[in-house]
């Protein structure tokens, strides 16, 4: 079992060189000790989730309605809170908002203590005769593990059970969770028959699931009729009525509910939801998205403290009302004592703030708080997928949105594995209620680069980049970030720059001080970039004759064929994949479309996977700025890399005022897709390279792009064009744009990449949209990946 890994690169002084060094080896060792056991549940868990989604005809609906739901509760959560009091002591219970952790583990462990010291007395008589110490059965509550309240509750003396299995396993293996969802994900079969095969003293070792199952219900289930106290957690809380909601896949939630006499739920005060018909969508989206299940096994509604007696498994006597079927005419009437329903039965709601109202207050964090838990965010991120919750995830939550929890409970210093999201937008599709968790990621990555202390060279590192960020920032993170700067050098001084940084010790220097790992092919520029090579045949004036000569070719030239494309020449293209811009400057023509190369501003997207903020949202405006009047002209902003698009259509919302975001966003469009339309639209594909008809062909969708549901329209172009398309399966292909060159993540990168590889026959040509992904491939594969359009444009 692997130790709890500390994701931290903070906690010793040492070099930046030795952090990223350390955090290599901690990812490493947990791909090698749980990646192996994480990646099939997480992605297997993923797969069911899409097929489920896919299968669901108003899943939009259902994820637009529960976000609204969540919106309007964190919106009202104070007046939600007096109601929730209200209707909980209404119904015979108690309400307790604890500030934080210590003010509900006090007050819980109160809870515990009277409940088995005495002033219950059936359970003192019943279950303590000889005054042992209090026994307590929990069900899964991530909420509890972020307050350690076992920890307070054992140090008390209390004997504390976890009864979901999963988190037994862990209890017993003194570990901590590893998943939201799935806590002992990381954990093989094998690895849980041995721990309890160590544990207990087992007459025949548990081998199949089966087995280990009966012998922890078994045990567990001694221990909830035995217990004092049982706690939950509380998926969803009705302000209204005071109901809680459980949900489950063992049913051991309700028995710890009713079973002993004393029911304390503890739930942040984000579960709260207004009213019992907002449980509805929920309740039917929670196991889609958790486990791709139409539905979970046990969805247990409570309204504490229950009607339902109160038992004593010491006594035989038949529960009131509970007549022998065989005896019509036993008494029906009469409770006795142990099942008098009246007075016997305790129920505390402990709703915890702990950081939530500040969270609430937090324009940028506030969205966290419309999480539900499922996981979703886990399972479809690709790097969870190789080093689980243990390298993905802090003190309590794991995956994409535990950056959000993490910095907004504890503070942002405990969400620098944050740096594991790429930004990928994967989770954006799964998650159930909508939360823009990349963004998250970005908002605290910005927090963290702010809170930095200055280096000394950083005066010098300032003065040579055109950003503005704050002193402090990590070398390699504003490398990355101004990568603009440094693809204009480069292609300025290539190819002597490719060789000098092809060097050996240029490559070593460029590890220790940039963090850039040494095994990564680096980008080679180009001298002559797009945009001069555009001008150098002529410019905007020679496009148009040449579109004007294609379109000859036309009997009749529709109205929807009468466009100009402005190509957006991406640093990438334009200094290193030259190749693509130029297949897709001759595709253009040849359809009919004049186009214009101009040499526009970066869009932003480098500095906003740093984390720098301040400078894509510089870049956003000039970038603006500079297409503005074509837009207004009528012109179409052709995109060829995937993330820049995704730039324009997402984050921009965030970055330019509203109408200057809709018009960018309206009139930019995906390369494949604008190609797509056109044909759809009458123009000629004869004059592309088409394949024979059934060509076999791999294409690998950018990820940004598939969460914009382009995938389809690419596919749909290679088919138009003869092909056979075959598309691949994995979330993302690891690169990442700067994600793969880092010292620190370089092989989880390959990890990812190797799973993505394994995907595609060796004899079929491979296409990707995206430059990292290209990049990625060709490495792995050691063969060219172009992009579909080098494979279709007329040479
Ligand atoms: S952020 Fe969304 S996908 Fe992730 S755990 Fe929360 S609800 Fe589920």
């Not at 959560?77 to 209707?87: D, G, I, N, S």
């Not at 849980?192 to 699931?209: M, R, V």
């Not at 954006?428 to 680069?449: G, K």
């Not at 300025?492 to 095994?519: F, M, Q």
Request: aromatic share 6%.
């Amino acid at each position: 079992m692997a130790e709890r890994v500390d994701n931290g690169t903070r906690s010793e002084p040492a070099s930046q060189a030795d952090t990223r060094e350390a955090t290599a080896a901690r990812l490493r060792y947990l791909m090698e000790t749980e990646g192996n056991a994480i990646y099939p549940m997480a992605s297997g868990s993923n797969v069911r989730r899409a097929q489920t989604y896919a299968e669901t005809d108003d899943i939009e609906q259902l994820r637009a309605e529960a976000r609204a739901i969540k919106e309007d509760a964190i919106d009202r959560l104070p007046e939600l809170l007096e109601t929730v009091r209200e209707a909980v002591e209404k119904n015979g219970g108690t309400v307790y908002v604890a500030d934080d952790a210590a003010d509900a583990n006090a007050y819980v462990a109160a809870v515990v203590e009277e409940a088995a010291g005495g002033s219950n007395e059936r359970a003192t008589a019943a279950s303590h005769p000889s005054g042992d110490d209090p026994t307590v059965v929990k069900s899964k509550s991530m909420t509890t593990e972020e307050i350690d309240l076992n920890d307070t509750l054992e140090a008390r003396g209390a004997d504390v059970y976890e009864t979901d299995l999963g988190e037994w396993v862990i209890q017993l293996a003194d570990d901590s969770p590893s998943h939201i969802v799935g806590p002992a994900m990381h954990l093989s079969r094998e690895e849980i028959a041995a721990l309890l095969e160590a544990e207990f003293d087992l007459a025949e070792p548990l081998e199949t699931a089966a087995e280990l199952t009966r012998f922890a219900r078994d045990y567990l289930g001694e221990k909830i009729r035995e217990a004092d106290v049982g706690i939950t957690g509380a998926n969803f809380v009705v302000a209204e009525t005071g109901t809680i909601t459980l949900v489950t896949n063992e049913g051991n939630a309700r028995k710890c509910a009713v079973t002993p006499d004393t029911h304390v739920a503890v739930a942040g005060v984000e579960k709260l939801i207004p009213r019992l018909r907002d449980l509805e969508p929920f309740v039917d989206i929670i196991a889609k998205s958790a486990t791709g299940q139409s539905i979970s096994q046990y969805v247990t509604m409570l309204s504490p403290p229950t009607d339902s007696p109160t038992l004593d498994f010491a006594d035989d006597t038949p529960l009131a009302g509970e007549t022998d079927a065989a005896d019509p005419t036993a008494d029906t009437g009469d409770a006795t004592d142990e099942t008098d329903p009246s007075g016997d039965r305790e129920f505390h709601l402990v709703l915890l703030d702990n950081g939530r109202m500040d969270m609430r207050a937090d324009d940028q964090l506030r969205e966290t708080l419309y999480c539900i838990r499922c996981g979703a965010c886990s399972n479809s991120c690709a790097n969870f997928q190789s080093v689980g919750g243990h390298g993905f995830g802090g003190e309590t939550y794991s995956g994409g949105i535990a950056t959000g929890w993490e910095a907004g409970l504890a503070d942002h210093d405990a969400a620098e594995f944050n740096d594991l999201c790429t930004g990928c937008t994967r989770c954006v599709d799964a998650c159930p209620v909508q939360i823009d968790i990349p963004w998250i990621n970005t908002v605290v990555r910005d927090r963290l680069n702010r809170g930095e202390e200055p280096a000394h060279l950083d005066s010098l590192v300032e003065g040579l980049t055109p950003d503005e960020e704050p002193s402090g920032l990590d070398p390699g993170k504003r490398f990355f970030g101004n990568i603009g700067t440094a693809a204009r050098l480069a292609s300025a001084t290539a190819p002597v720059s490719n060789w000098i940084a092809d060097a050996e010790p240029i490559r070593a220097l460029l590890e220790r001080t940039l963090g850039i790992d040494r095994r990564r092919n680096l980008p080679t520029f180009r001298r002559e970039t797009l945009v001069d090579w555009f001008e150098s045949r002529g410019g905007t004036e020679a496009s148009r004759y040449r579109a004007e000569r294609a379109r000859k070719r036309f009997d009749e030239v529709p109205d929807s064929l009468e466009r100009e494309a402005v190509l957006y020449a991406d640093v990438y293209t334009n200094h290193v994949d030259v190749d693509r811009g130029k297949a897709a400057v001759r595709t253009l023509e040849a359809l009919g479309v004049p186009v214009q190369v101009p040499n526009l501003p970066e869009s932003g997207r480098a500095p906003l996977s740093q984390g720098m903020i301040a400078t894509a949202d510089r870049q956003a405006s000039r970038l603006y700025a500079a297409v503005a009047e074509d837009l207004d002209a009528g012109r179409d902003l052709v995109v060829i890399e995937p993330s820049d698009l995704a730039a324009f259509q997402r984050e921009y919302e965030r970055l330019l005022p509203e109408r200057s975001f809709e018009t960018l966003s309206e009139n930019s469009y995906d390369l494949c897709a604008y190609v797509f339309g056109l044909l759809e639209h009458g123009a000629d594909p004869s004059v592309l390279r088409n394949g024979s008809g059934e060509e076999p062909i791999t294409y690998h969708s950018h990820c940004q792009q598939r969460t914009l549901g382009l995938e389809a329209q690419t596919v749909a172009l290679l088919e138009r064009c003869g092909y056979a398309p075959r598309t691949t399966e994995a979330e993302c292909c690891g690169m990442a744009g700067s994600f793969g060159y880092k010292r620190e993540y370089y092989e989880v990168s390959v990890d990812v990449g190797q799973r993505l590889t394994s995907e595609i026959d060796a004899d079929d040509p491979v296409v990707a949209t995206g430059t990292s992904c290209g990049d990625q491939l060709e490495s792995l594969l050691e063969r060219p990946v172009p992009h579909p359009l080098e494979v279709l444009a007329p040479r």
